[in-house]
């Protein structure tokens, strides 16, 4: 099974800042990663995939990079409705997918 | 608009069994993986298993092998959950989940039904 693991496990920002957010898959899942954001009660959304390409109507400000067994998702000036918590997903195999555990964004 | 609507909230005694449904309404259902998530309270996202309708069977993590059963059914563009031996731990909301594009590509998964809480007690 691949291991995805994030981190932080937190992230405080500003308003206005940029986030960075971290993903690391225990073996290569080529780009085969997606990015979803969750507020509460909620179901997920999804922001990213294919690693890099944002889903239909997802702002620029966010954007995701890697390859491989390292990812990233950048949100480059936080505005007030993207505290939430975010998860990389790996769709390369199946059984199983497989989730980070997750990083929340909180408002510093 | 396209939609995945889920059945409602279950209460479940420990040891008994939950059918959760997913009826997808408009889009393509067929060909594209139609995965479970779960959450439990407090807690992250943990896939269970999916199915590509047209072909059939049931795709499992190894956590809920023998214990889950996914199904599909074309006819009413309906996906189901079966989870049996319920126990406390299984106190979760249940979600069904799209992928964007057919296998192999997948490209995450972009439609999401509402979630269905179920209850073990």
């Known amino acids: 099974e691949i291991v995805m693991t994030q981190s932080p496990a937190t992230l405080s920002v500003s308003p206005g800042e940029r986030a960075t957010l971290s993903c690391r898959a225990s073996?290569?899942?080529?780009?085969?990663v997606a990015w979803y954001q969750q507020k509460p009660g909620l179901a997920p959304r999804l922001l990213i995939y294919?690693?890099?390409t944002r889903a239909t109507g997802i702002p620029a400000r966010f954007s995701g990079s890697g390859s491989g067994t390292e990812f990233t998702l950048t949100i480059s000036s936080l505005q007030s409705e993207d505290f939430a918590v975010y998860y990389c997903?790996?769709?390369?195999?199946?059984?199983?997918?497989?989730f980070g555990q997750g990083t929340k964004v909180e408002i510093k | 608009q396209v939609q995945l609507v889920q059945s409602g909230a279950e209460v479940k005694k420990p040891g008994s069994s939950v059918k959760v449904s997913c009826k997808a309404s408009?889009?393509?259902?067929?060909?594209?993986?139609i995965s479970w998530v779960r959450q439990a309270p407090g807690q992250g996202l943990e896939w269970m298993g999916g199915?590509?309708?047209?072909?059939?069977?049931?795709h499992y993590a190894q956590k809920y092998q023998g214990r889950v059963t996914i199904t599909a059914d074309e006819s009413t563009r309906t996906a189901y959950m079966e989870l049996r031996s319920l126990r406390s731990e299984d106190t979760a909301i249940y979600y069904c989940a799209r992928a964007q594009a057919p296998p192999p590509y997948n490209n995450g998964m972009v439609l999401w039904g509402q979630g269905t809480t179920v209850t073990v007690s």
């Open positions: 199915i590509i309708p047209i072909l059939g069977a049931g």
């Open positions: 294919g690693a890099s």
């Open positions: 073996q290569s899942v080529s780009n085969n």
């Open positions: 997903q790996q769709y390369k195999n199946w059984p199983p997918w497989t």
């Open positions: 408009g889009g393509t259902f067929n060909s594209h993986a």
